[in-house]
């Protein structure tokens, strides 16, 4: 996060809050999930600093079979009403989810919740 947030070169202040349980993920489930994870960091970085100041939160937990990614972001949201779902990023997101097996739901004006199962086992 700290590298995608020092790589923006704008005027705008980037704030953000982490909130991860320790998750263990396949190979096959930590790559997608990385790329999602950048491209909606990217978009508020891109879409948030627009009024000088962009905040995001991530949420990574377990819960039993599942891991549950919560995003959410203070910029102008995504327009699912628009025409904006064909969008390179929106479909790259939407395959990930797919390849993961798992669920993306839009909470609202600017968040995601993403629920996937999980292949390995809880550690103790």
Known sequence: MHQLASAH???GVIDFSLE???VRLDLDEAIP???IVTEFV????KYGTRNSE???RLSLHRSGDYCILEYE???PGFDF???RQDTLGFLLVENLTQQLKGNLVH?????FSLRFPVHTPLQS
Do not use: E, L, W
């Not at 990217?42 to 970085?45: E, P």
């Not at 909470?107 to 968040?111: I, R, T, V």
């Open 20 to 22: 991860t349980d320790r």
């Open 54 to 56: 962009c905040y995001f």
């Open 9 to 11: 070169s704008g005027p």
């Open 81 to 83: 009403a628009g025409n």
């Open 73 to 75: 972001d203070g910029g």
């Open 42 to 45: 990217t978009n508020s970085i």
């Open 107 to 111: 909470n609202g004006k600017s968040g």
């Open 33 to 35: 999930v990385g790329i």
